[in-house]
Structures are given as C-alpha cells and as structure tokens.
C-alpha cells in the first residue's frame, strides 16, 4: 500500500452525517440505546489511530473523524458490501476484507492501532473470544480495544425489562458476556439504566 498516513486521515470537513439504514428495528434499538454517547466515550481519551471491526456502513467511522480529523482510520470486515460502504462513506479510511479472528492489524494501516473498536458487532461474530484476542495481539504499546454493545438488564425497570428482552431477541441480539469481559480484565462502563456499556480492554 503506497498510501501515507497523511493521506488517510479525514479531511476537516467531513461530509455531513447521514444516519445509516439497517433494519428499522435495529436502528430504532440503537438510538435508544445511546449508540452516539457511547462513541462520545470513546473520544475522551488520546489515540491516533483506529480500526473497526464490521463497520457496517462506516457511519461510526465518520462520526469519529468529523470529531478527530487528525487520527486515521481503517476498518476490516468478512462482507465485502459493507466495505464499500463503508468507502463510500468514508474514502479516507482503510478497508481490507479479513477475518476478525485472523486478520494483522498492523497490515491495515500500516502500524499498529491505538484502538480496535467493535460496535454493536462483537456478538454478531462465531467466536468472540478469538477476535478479542487477536485485536489484543494487534494493539500499539499502550493501546486498548473498546467494545460498545448491549449489556444487561438488571438495573432496568422491571415493567421495562419484558418490552426489551423480545426486541433483542427478534434483533439477534447477543448482549456482552459478563464471564468474557472478565476474561480479559477489562473495564466496563455501563451506559445509563445498563442497557448499553463501553468496555476497554488494555494491550497485554
């Protein structure tokens, strides 16, 4: 690749977000459940470079830049569509067709990333443990992989908690696993009523 990293980074007037159209049941779920706050998270803290697993259609991505138009961005994915997508939405950007369980992370951008980052896709995959674990394996010294998707329910409102429950099951909905997160240390930040949360998980 004879791209520099310059030339991947997003320009300062990035386009103007459009919301992205997954099925209406999702999105409507994902709004509910602070998918742009969770995002607001992950820009609290310094890193300039990032890639994301199964970007969808690369709306996550545009969100960052247009936040942190200094950083680069890649993205990797099984569906060559939502890669195009995804380059569509956002030319900067790196996208290479790979396995989350496989896939070097330093081949994407050429160096390895301050942050892999999942969202709302971790449980969509055949084997979560693996692609944690190789995203560890692909972090810059001091980096982290951060997961943002459905935690649990407990601290919902009762009357609240049978209204949800079908709509994540009829979303194929996998909340977090509590034993994974603690498999590998990581710091989890439940998100408000505990329906979403951001988990970090630092470089071994």
């Known amino acids: 690749m004879n791209t520099t990293p310059t030339q991947l980074r997003a320009p300062a007037t990035s386009p103007t977000l459009r919301p992205s159209r997954p099925l209406a049941l999702s999105a409507r779920l994902w709004s509910m459940l602070g998918r742009r706050q969770a995002l607001t998270r992950v820009l609290r803290h310094a890193w300039q470079s990032l890639v994301e697993v199964s970007p969808g259609g690369g709306q996550d991505l545009l969100y960052l830049a247009q936040s942190r138009p200094s950083a680069i961005y890649g993205a990797i994915s099984e569906r060559g569509k939502d890669l195009r997508k995804t380059k569509a939405r956002c030319p900067w950007a790196v996208t290479q067709k790979g396995h989350a369980t496989a896939h070097p992370y330093a081949q994407v951008l050429e160096l390895r990333p301050d942050r892999v980052l999942f969202t709302y896709s971790l449980g969509t995959l055949a084997d ?3 692609a944690l674990r190789n995203a560890r394996r692909g972090l810059a010294l001091g980096g982290e992989v951060i997961v943002i998707d459905f935690w649990h329910l407990e601290q919902c409102p009762e009357w609240l908690r049978p209204l949800l429950k079908p709509l994540l099951r009829a979303s194929g909905v996998r909340p977090l696993s509590k034993s994974l997160m603690a498999h590998f240390d ?10 979403w949360a951001v988990a970090r998980i630092k470089r071994a």
């Open 128 to 130: 979560p443990l693996g």
């Open 186 to 195: 990581a710091t989890v930040e439940p998100g408000p009523l505990g329906l």
